[in-house]
């Protein structure tokens, strides 16, 4: 029994200190970080706004709204890539002022397919860097010219601050901002003051034409954003962090939306996982040390899984799996509260962890989804945001 005990603790340490590692060094780099001044001379910068839509007639004009705001700072055209649409989101979109390119292909359905379609298309005209929204999304005013500053200083790519439009909304959309302060700031903040690559989070992001001609955009996973980021580093290319500047997007408030996003975002980097992480570890041991910071992140276990393991280390009858415990859920609860600092939240972001534990088992029932969205074969599904199913 002894001997068991021991083996469960050595392999409780192993499948959770490439996360309490990656989590220490990422909190206190960003605790400490300072986005610097880019010079602003953006004169002559050419900017393309890409959104990818699929049935997104509910957000569609306020988001185009919130661009046009945006894009009075910069030299910018709105295009919007109306794929594989059943609904009148394209239509709306024209009335609203935007460029339309629309996108019928029922074999090749997701986000990646939109995105590589339209850079192929638009590449060829002249435009100087290309940056992503999600129809479901506001920007703050500055989104442009801060981006148009950090391209016009040589970036490769830029990623700005990522969180919740409708924080409000619902328990689990409260829960999913203090997750994206970590996630989506805290997170970038801290790779950006060690120099290393900020991350693709999705939405608010922009690649330069350059960097498109270097790395096409090939991402066709379930977390095309994850992936192509991974495309990036591996070639030696860096997203920088423009943490000013901001993107807000609705979150599904209810339960069918919720399961659907979180299996396909951790089932999707279950595949990362399993398909470049050797590749990463293999170069980083050969001597490319950046390239070891993007495998502990992808090593990171989804954090309701990475807490309820370190829980059982704690508890187990072995004094140094206690300790190692012990130390690790420390790391989480400075992770968080570091998170909440620099995400501009407060006691009341604080208050919901509340109701973490609800949420730590409903994501560990979702574990078999999960590893369903993990497959070779997984499907893209679109993010249900109009119900509230429990």
């Given amino acids: 029994m002894t001997l068991l005990l021991h083996l469960l603790a050595l392999a409780l340490v192993l499948a959770t200190l490439p996360g309490t590692l990656e989590l220490l060094l990422l909190t206190l780099a960003g605790l400490f970080y300072r986005e610097p001044e880019s010079k602003r001379v953006?004169?002559?910068?050419?900017?393309?706004?890409?959104?990818?839509?699929?049935?997104?007639?509910?957000?569609?004009?306020?988001?185009?709204?919130?661009?046009?705001?945006?894009?009075?700072?910069?030299?910018?055209?709105?295009?919007?890539?109306?794929?594989?649409?059943?609904?009148?989101?394209?239509?709306?979109?024209?009335?609203?002022?935007?460029?339309?390119?629309?996108?019928?292909?029922?074999?090749?359905?997701?986000?990646?397919?939109?995105l590589d379609f339209a850079f192929a298309q638009l590449l060829p005209e002249g435009f100087d860097a290309f940056v992503v929204v999600d129809a479901d999304s506001v920007v703050s005013d500055d989104?442009?010219?801060?981006?148009?500053?950090?391209?016009?200083?040589?970036?490769?790519?830029?990623?700005?601050?990522?969180?919740?439009?409708?924080?409000?909304?619902?328990?689990?959309?409260r829960l999913m901002n203090l997750a994206l302060m970590a996630f989506n700031v805290l997170r970038p903040r801290g790779r950006a003051a060690l120099g290393l690559s900020a991350g693709i989070l999705g939405n608010g992001f922009a690649l330069s034409a350059d960097t498109l001609r270097a790395v096409p955009y090939g991402a066709a996973s379930v977390v095309e954003d994850l992936e192509y980021h991974l495309l990036l580093v591996e070639a030696g290319r860096r997203v920088r962090f423009a943490d000013r500047a901001w993107v807000k997007a609705d979150m599904p408030t209810g339960g069918r939306g919720s399961r659907t996003q979180r299996a396909r975002w951790e089932g999707g980097r279950?595949?990362?996982?399993?398909?470049?992480?050797?590749?990463?570890?293999?170069?980083?041991?050969?001597?490319?040390?950046?390239?070891?910071?993007?495998?502990?992140?992808?090593?990171?276990?989804?954090?309701?899984?990475?807490?309820?393991?370190?829980?059982?280390?704690?508890?187990?009858?072995?004094?140094?799996?206690?300790?190692?415990?012990?130390?690790?859920?420390?790391?989480?609860?400075?992770?968080?509260?570091?998170?909440?600092?620099?995400?501009?939240?407060?006691?009341r972001e604080l208050g919901v962890l509340a109701a973490a534990p609800f949420y730590v088992l409903w994501k560990l029932a979702l574990l078999p989804a999960i590893t369903r969205a993990g497959g070779s074969g997984a499907a893209w599904v679109r993010t249900d945001r109009e119900s509230n199913e429990p």
């Fill in 270 to 347: 279950l595949r990362m996982i399993l398909s470049h992480v050797p590749s990463l570890l293999r170069r980083a041991v050969a001597g490319r040390g950046r390239l070891l910071e993007p495998a502990l992140d992808l090593l990171l276990l989804p954090l309701s899984l990475h807490v309820t393991l370190l829980f059982v280390a704690l508890l187990l009858p072995v004094g140094l799996a206690r300790v190692y415990g012990l130390a690790g859920l420390t790391v989480v609860a400075l992770h968080v509260l570091v998170a909440v600092r620099v995400g501009g939240g407060g006691l």
């Fill in 143 to 173: 989104l442009l010219a801060d981006i148009a500053a950090q391209m016009a200083d040589g970036a490769d790519a830029v990623q700005v601050r990522y969180t919740t439009l409708n924080a409000d909304a619902s328990l689990r959309t």
């Fill in 42 to 114: 953006i004169d002559g910068l050419r900017l393309a706004i890409v959104v990818p839509a699929h049935n997104e007639r509910l957000h569609i004009e306020r988001c185009i709204g919130s661009l046009t705001e945006a894009a009075q700072s910069a030299d910018a055209e709105l295009i919007v890539v109306a794929d594989n649409c059943e609904d009148e989101t394209a239509d709306l979109a024209r009335a609203a002022g935007a460029r339309v390119l629309e996108r019928t292909d029922p074999e090749r359905r997701g986000k990646g397919y939109a």
